[in-house]
Nanobody
């Protein structure tokens, strides 16, 4: 498995912004180029849902609920994927998980809590 280190969660008022970061530890740039990175979220009592993903080709996909508000990006040199979240809503409150998929792997970070106050 691969170690994914997430950071950036916290408490933010509605309408605010937050950036989550996920670093892939102990791997090479070529490895990082060959995988799909994604952010999922799970609110209490709900399933874990895809928020955004970026493929090895750089193609991005977003859940309908976050389109136009969230942006996923990747920095290959830093082995890092970020999720820029703007215009946050209380319904965005959840634990956000980083996911790496590809090259025979499907790895998860431990999650970072995002709480949006109304």
């Amino acid at each position: 498995q691969v170690q994914l280190v997430e950071s950036g969660g916290g408490l933010v008022p509605a309408g605010g912004s937050l950036t989550l970061s996920c670093v892939v530890a102990g791997r090479s740039a070529n490895f990082f180029r060959g995988v799909t990175m994604a952010w999922y979220r799970q609110a209490p009592g709900n399933e874990r849902d895809l928020v955004a993903s970026i493929s090895r080709d750089g193609n991005k996909e977003y859940a309908d609920s976050v389109k136009g508000r969230f942006t996923i990006s990747r920095d290959i040199a830093l082995y890092q994927v970020d999720l820029q979240m703007n215009s946050l809503k209380p319904e965005d409150t959840a634990v956000y998980y980083c996911n790496l998929r590809g090259l025979g792997l499907n790895s998860w970070g431990k999650g970072t809590l995002v709480t949006i106050s109304s």
